[in-house]
């Protein structure tokens, strides 16, 4: 199954992602954890790509495709793969299709999330991560066990840089100019499932599934 998650920052994507890594057996790839990791073992990427994220701008096509040809290209892809937060803009899209030729591969959907602009707010504002192991809490809508602390690990949770109301405000900007776009250019190829995603997390899970499951 090779699959493509699409919607505004916040919808959801990756908290949904990781239901589909248990339903399908493929990984997930989250070009923003990618760029995040690079950020955190001090690469010149990193340096580079921080610039971008902390304003809540894109970091440049050229990157974001030279870092997916080369993670495409590993062997846990040739089962499938959810690809998360990629592509964001027309010449990303344009890019992995001719990658996608290359591997003699097909998308075999699309799963587009969509929300209100002041529900993101909500989530984004309320955002917490765990430092150890990266899992994704939301102090509202889906709160640790003990504050401030991981369920799984007992790591500590801290709120991401870009998640402050100005860049928040910044990305959700960026999304409607540059990525609803790339939901047009897939409408052509039928292979897309538009999803609510104003709903519980479950709900959404099971709305996805059941949609990719027709
Ligand atoms: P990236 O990391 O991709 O961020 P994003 O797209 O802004 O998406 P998020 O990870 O913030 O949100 P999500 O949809 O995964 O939501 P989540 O599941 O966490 O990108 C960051 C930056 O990197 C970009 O701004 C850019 O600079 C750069 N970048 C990345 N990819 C790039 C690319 N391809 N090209 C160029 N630049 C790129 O959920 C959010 C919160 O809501 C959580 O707290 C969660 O618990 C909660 N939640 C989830 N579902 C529900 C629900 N149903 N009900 C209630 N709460 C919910």
């Not at 340096?47 to 846990?76: C, F, S, T, W």
């Amino acid at each position: 199954m090779k699959l493509l998650l699409i919607g505004p920052p916040g919808v959801g994507k990756g908290t949904q992602a990781n239901f589909l890594i248990e339903k399908y057996n493929i990984p997930q790839i989250s070009t923003g954890d990618m760029l995040r990791e690079n950020i955190r073992n001090e690469t010149s990427l990193g340096d580079e790509a921080k610039k971008y994220m902390d304003a809540g701008k894109l970091v440049p096509d050229e990157v974001i495709l030279n870092m997916i040809n080369d993670r495409l290209n590993k062997h846990d892809c040739n089962n499938g793969y959810i690809l998360d937060g990629f592509p964001r803009t027309i010449p990303q899209a344009k890019g992995l299709d001719i990658l996608l030729g290359k591997l003699k591969q097909n998308l075999d959907s699309i799963v587009v999330m969509k929300i209100s602009d002041s529900l993101i707010i909500k989530r984004l504002s309320n955002r917490r991560s765990c430092k150890e192991c990266n899992k994704v809490y939301n102090l509202i809508f889906d709160p640790p066990t003990i504050s401030n602390k991981c369920n799984d690990c007992s790591g500590n949770l801290y709120m991401r840089d870009d998640d402050n109301p100005k860049t928040i405000q910044n990305r959700l900007n960026v999304y409607h100019e540059q990525t609803e776009p790339v939901i047009d250019f897939y409408h052509n190829k039928k292979i897309t499932k538009e999803i609510n995603a104003d709903g519980s997390i479950m709900e959404i899970k099971n709305n996805i599934l059941n949609s990719l499951s027709k």
